[in-house]
């Protein structure tokens, strides 16, 4: 069977990466962040935000080194395949698809609650099918097509947050509708607040790190993926600012902690029309344009764990005119609407941030792999992470401390989601494991570096011995 990179036509640039990205994230600003609020109070919240963005900083310079050499894709899940072994390649694939599919879960729930709004007699549920069976439509027939899109409402629902952040004439002190110090209540549980508030500053910028997979089908991965990734980080961290002044501004601190869509009704606290028109329009394309991605990122990240024998290979099967895992995009489609029918945003907002910083945790432990097997010099890369290690060692303590802050809360979340992870593994290890060929997912990887022979002597021998180990 022929690879996805061999199957690709390679359209995909700086733009559809950069859509991608932020694509999956954007949404990030419309639902979600407010949860900070009611964790760490309005500061806080500014501070857990501008800490959590250091990590995705170094996790976007790793991710974008050891992808850069990786001869498929899959993202994190490759990544794990030929760093860490098959049991870590499967919870970190495994990882990536509910983080993906609950992410897409929670962006259909807020476009359902949205539309309902209009109308309280409304059911919301036939918004959520509609919305994923659309989005499910565009993803098989092609990427290029699907991520054009994401481009285009990906900056529409942007462009609205300027239209909200223009409309409070902030730049004039003396006919400013914001009001910072009426409506915001400060630090009113410490800085176990702020470790508290970690958790919801993530869904600020969960999912840039998707970015990885589309490695294999960008014309020039080594220029595409770093410059597409890093613009799509800089994009949401001055969103993620301009929605935290705004909102924090215009809505009391204890309403907005609460709220479902808090830019949407930060545009309602304006009362200019044009405002509340343009942020349910942007709210709606954000959420759009996160499940169009997390549909795109699940799907390759499943049918990379069945192109390798860790699941079935009836998922691997790509589309022969469209070049799209169809299978694996539509398998993955009645998982997400199952998701979203329960209607619990925070508790399928938490399980996807759990998933997410347990792959960053991931990430981290085979950056350094990575250097120590693949020193500078020895392996031709398309962009080197700088201050190796530091990136490392600040993901895995950001996203140790964001865990904490979790437990605060929602520790039987946590808890079950260790049992859940732990029991996939004991199914892989006695169902799957015999059917994984190690040589050939080796072999494959050698052929892509072209490492000099005595290296390659020697990681030969040093990955045997680790596969066994594992």
């Not at 140790?400 to 079950?416: E, Q, R």
Request: charged share 10%.
């Amino acid at each position: 069977m022929k690879s996805d990179r061999e199957l690709s036509d390679k359209k995909l640039g700086p733009m559809h990466v950069w859509a991608l990205g932020v694509g999956i994230v954007l949404v990030g600003e419309f639902m979600g962040w407010n949860f900070t609020i009611a964790r760490g109070g309005s500061i806080g919240s500014i501070i857990a935000i501008w800490t959590m963005s250091i990590m995705y900083i170094a996790i976007v310079m790793m991710t974008n080194e050891m992808s850069s050499v990786m001869p498929e894709s899959g993202g994190q899940y490759a990544m794990a395949k030929y760093l860490l072994g098959p049991l870590a390649a499967f919870n970190v694939g495994l990882m990536a698809v509910l983080e993906y599919a609950m992410l897409e879960a929670a962006d259909v729930v807020v476009i359902g609650e949205i539309l309902q709004s209009l109308n309280p007699d409304l059911s919301s549920l036939p918004f959520i099918i509609l919305s994923l069976v659309f989005l499910t439509w565009m993803n098989y027939h092609g990427v290029y097509a699907t991520l054009t899109l994401n481009f285009i409402i990906t900056a529409a629902a942007f462009v609205s947050v300027l239209v909200l952040l223009f409309s409070t004439s902030f730049y004039d002190p003396q006919n400013t509708l914001i009001k910072l110090e009426q409506m915001t209540n400060g630090l009113p549980y410490g800085f176990l607040g702020v470790l508290a508030a970690m958790q919801f500053a993530i869904w600020f910028f969960l999912g840039i790190e998707g970015t990885a997979m589309a490695t294999t089908e960008c014309r020039s991965a080594e220029r595409s993926m770093p410059l597409g990734s890093i613009l799509g980080l800089l994009t949401l961290l001055i969103g993620a600012t301009i929605t935290w002044y705004v909102c924090s501004g215009l809505i009391d601190a204890e309403a907005l902690g609460a709220s479902p869509y808090p830019l949407y009704e930060a545009a309602v606290a304006t009362g200019k029309l044009y405002a509340v028109i343009a942020l349910f329009v942007g709210t709606l394309l954000s959420c759009l344009a996160s499940a169009n991605g997390c549909i795109n990122d699940a799907s390759r990240a499943w049918s990379a764990l069945s192109r390798d024998g860790i699941l079935p290979d009836v998922f691997s099967k790509i589309h022969p005119r469209y070049n799209t895992p169809y299978r694996s995009i539509l398998f993955l489609m009645p998982i997400s609407i199952a998701f979203a029918f329960t209607g619990m945003l925070d508790q399928i907002i938490t399980f996807s941030i759990f998933s997410a910083l347990l792959i960053y945790m991931f990430t981290a432990i085979m950056m350094l792999r990575f250097r120590k097997m693949y020193p500078l010099n020895t392996i031709d890369r398309g962009y080197i992470a700088p201050i190796h290690p530091i990136p490392a060692v600040i993901t895995l303590i950001l996203a140790s401390a964001a865990i904490v802050g979790m437990s605060f809360t929602y520790d039987v979340n946590i808890l079950l989601g260790i049992i859940f992870y732990s029991l996939a593994s004991v199914w892989f290890i006695i169902r799957r494991y015999k059917f994984i060929n190690k040589d050939e997912i080796f072999n494959k990887g050698i052929a892509k570096w072209g490492m000099p022979h005595h290296i390659l002597h020697c990681t030969t021998e040093m990955r045997h011995e680790k596969y066994d180990r594992t």
